[in-house]
């Protein structure tokens, strides 16, 4: 009788942290599309070591379209618009689009929409509430359950579900790189000028016809569990005589890229590791080609995925 009572016990016990667990998913779900919702500029900072990069950005709601304007308030003068994913680059007096996977890592990042998938492959929990720029907000961990990727620590505004600061946390909890506003205003109040010309890039903008979707044929043996590939084009690069293979994976929190090309033997195609941030690149030549592999995982789990790079054949 005690086995039975104990046996209830436990299936009551699951089933109301099945219960919270979705109670925190159902929420989660209206942060992930609170960025994209929600008129707003500020100032934020961004810091990995010693290094502080200070930027503002402004983001407007229209009637189905979204525009955003990222300003670099110091070092060399840096403007970007995005607007339906393309992304506007002000260079040499004037505006280029660039490659709409350019500055994925902007400040406030969306949660995934997959968010269901995000409990297999992290602890999602509450960690308190806090004032961030002179708001209140709660905080949430994603703790991951290996040391193949980081823990993600974010501060969300109570009433908007805007992302007002974001932690990347290794293994021993030490803060790798941090994402955080120091200014924050809502609404669309301001100088609406450069929307239009948003519209106007848009408008005029030619679709890269160059990049196309690939099946290679190259595999990746030892990703860690819960990455699943998303994306695998073929796709031209400054400098390169040829289009680059590229592979991308997500486990719902993180991407990992790898690029593979024939190698042309010069001196940037020594072995490297290098990293900026939480992102880690890692790049060896293998034969004849050519490995880069980048992601916001740790250099352990990129050398980890490039070393298991293979040819699989058509």
Not at 175 to 192: H, I, P, S, W
């Amino acid at each position: 009788m005690k086995a039975w009572f104990g046996l209830c016990g436990l299936m009551l016990a699951a089933n109301i942290c099945a219960a919270e667990g979705q109670s925190k998913l159902d929420w989660l779900k209206t942060v992930a599309v609170a960025g994209h919702q929600t008129d707003y500029s500020g100032v934020f900072v961004y810091q990995y070591g010693n290094h502080v990069e200070t930027s503002k950005i402004t983001h407007v709601v229209e009637t189905d379209s979204e525009y955003e304007k990222l300003e670099s308030l110091d070092g060399p003068k840096l403007e970007i618009i995005r607007h339906h994913g393309q992304v506007w680059c002000y260079s040499n007096h004037k505006m280029v689009l660039v490659d709409s996977q350019s500055g994925q890592g902007s400040f406030p990042k969306s949660l995934p929409d997959q968010l269901a998938t995000l409990n297999d492959n992290y602890l999602v929990k509450e960690a308190g509430l806090e004032r961030v720029a002179g708001y209140n907000t709660r905080v949430v961990l994603f703790q991951a359950r290996d040391n193949l990727r980081y823990t993600h620590k974010i501060w969300v505004h109570t009433e908007s579900g805007l992302l007002l600061k974001s932690a990347v946390l290794n293994d021993k909890n030490q803060v790798v790189e941090q994402y955080a506003f120091t200014e924050l205003k809502f609404g669309n109040g301001g100088d609406r000028s450069w929307i239009t010309a948003g519209a106007a890039l848009t408008a005029k903008a030619v679709p890269n016809k160059s990049v196309k979707s690939a099946n290679s044929g190259w595999v990746v043996d030892a990703l860690p569990p819960g990455f699943k590939k998303t994306m695998e084009v073929l796709r031209p690069m400054h400098g390169r005589h040829a289009p680059v293979t590229q592979m991308v994976f997500s486990d719902g929190m993180s991407a990992i890229s790898v690029f593979i090309e024939p190698s042309d033997s010069d001196e940037d195609d020594n072995e490297g590791l290098s990293n900026r941030g939480a992102v880690n690149l890692y790049h060896k030549v293998v034969d004849t080609r050519l490995y880069n592999v980048v992601g916001e995982v740790p250099p352990k789990t990129i050398m980890q995925i490039l070393d298991s790079v293979r040819f699989n054949g058509k």
